[in-house]
């Protein structure tokens, strides 16, 4: 290994060497300050032994694919004293790895909104390299960077190639901080599916915090990650386990397949959760929405009880209403409410649920309440966001007095005078 350059010194006439960032078996990377275009990057050196077509293949790799929001950003490529070099965009958010094992995330187990949202960018990158018929075959979270505003970006195309060029010899794929699919290990080049595989470990390890097995024989079991989390959908584990199968064919066939199964399953992933933990302070189930099961016909008493639930969400801090839900959790649907309906539809149910809000509360808080309708299981629900009302809200009926109701647990009891006046002036002042 070639000696470190010293800080402070002036690399190719143009690069002022700050401090290493990495290093390598082939190359060195040094944060340094491109002193020409006023502005940070990652100095990639390669060692003097090193192959001179090791980095004018990356560079070549690099300029094909980009520029692209999710692939770290190739801006200059040269020979300095016999040494090529890249001068790639530096990304000060630090490797993904990183943010795996991050304390903060509770075992290195990152927020499902931030896992999405991460999973998203990392298909859209892939989508692209295999777009120019690149397959990156190093994909992990060490070779994955992020930027000062937490978006990632994919890196480190050194073991690279174009499906379209001879097969390279085989290549001594580390199991350490990489996850090569089996047919790396057994000596092949892979495809597109071979990338497919490492994308589903990093996506094990951003749920888990941790790397899952190597695939070093047959059958080696891979733990689903909801083993070690209880807030990971069925939906989600089948499809992570899908890309991580051993034979390449069982696996999705793009990275854009990914993307699209992540889309379906993103809007509903906290459903499941939700349900499985059953009622609770923030978390209420009705199994219709003004359906009278038992007397088979429409009911305002019905109706009003999911008002009441509306109502103390209002006064308390906000809550979530799943109609479709029964008490016990089983998933029964909207079909009964939507079949007594003059125009049965979604928009007539809603029409009809915000009719029995501006009914039911004073004052009127509809701007408050939004309502979705998710299927889960292949079973539609609503899915009723309450936010905090700014003011007390009342609910409110013909011939009957207000009633000031609020959340405690998983009821809804209305508050006598006394204790309402007190909740209302502790709770807004």
């Known amino acids: 290994m070639d000696a470190v350059i010293p800080s402070g010194s002036l690399f190719a006439d143009r690069y002022r060497i700050d401090e290493v960032l990495g290093t390598g078996a082939q190359k060195t990377t040094y944060l340094a300050w491109d002193t020409k275009a006023g502005r940070p990057v990652a100095l990639a050196i390669l060692s003097a032994d090193a192959e001179p077509a090791i980095g004018q293949h990356e560079a070549a790799l690099l300029a094909g694919v980009g520029p692209h929001d999710n692939i770290v950003t190739l801006y200059d490529f040269g020979v300095e004293a016999d040494r090529h070099f890249l001068a790639l965009e530096y990304l000060p958010g630090g490797e993904l790895r990183d943010h795996c094992h991050n304390d903060q995330h509770g075992a290195g187990q990152v927020p499902m909104p931030e896992f999405f949202r991460w999973a998203r960018q990392l298909c859209r990158s892939i989508s692209q390299i295999h777009q120019y018929r690149i397959i990156h075959r190093d994909i992990s979270a060490t070779n994955i960077w992020l930027d000062a505003r937490g978006v990632t970006h994919l890196g480190d195309f050194d073991t690279a ?12 794929f580390s199991t350490t901080e990489s996850y ?39 059958g080696v079991a891979i733990p689903p990650p909801s083993q070690s989390r209880d807030d990971v959908p069925a939906s989600l584990d089948d499809l992570i386990l899908s890309m991580l199968a051993e034979d390449p064919a069982a696996r999705p066939a793009s990275a854009d397949a990914v993307l699209a199964a992540l889309r379906k399953i993103e809007p509903t992933a906290d459903l499941e959760t939700l349900i499985a933990n059953g009622e609770n302070a923030t978390v209420e189930f009705k199994q219709t929405m003004r359906w009278d099961i038992e007397a088979s016909k429409t009911s305002a008493e019905v109706l009003k009880m999911a008002v009441k639930a509306v109502c103390s969400f209002l006064n308390g801090d906000g809550g979530t209403l799943l109609i479709g839900v029964s008490d016990t959790g089983e998933l029964t649907g909207l079909a009964d409410d939507i079949g ?31 309502l979705s309708f998710p299927t889960v299981r292949g079973v539609q629900i609503c899915r009723v966001e309450v936010k905090p009302a700014p003011t007390p809200v009342f609910l409110v009926g013909k011939s009957v007095p207000p009633e000031f109701r609020v959340r405690k647990g998983n009821a809804s009891p209305a508050l006598d005078v006394k204790d309402a006046y007190e909740y209302i002036r502790e709770h807004w002042g």
Not at 161 to 172: G, M
Not at 186 to 213: M, Q
């Open 161 to 172: 190639v174009f499906l379209d060029d001879p097969q390279p010899a085989p290549h001594d």
């Open 180 to 218: 090569p699919a089996p047919e790396l290990l057994a000596g092949a080049v892979g495809d597109v599916r071979t990338d497919i595989y490492s994308l589903g470990a990093v996506f094990h390890e951003l749920l888990t915090g941790t790397v899952p097995p190597a695939p070093t024989g047959p």
């Open 340 to 370: 007594a309906l003059t125009k049965p539809s979604l928009d007539g149910f809603e029409l009809a649920f915000r009719q029995g809000l501006a009914n039911g509360l004073d004052p009127d808080a509809g701007h408050l309440v939004t």
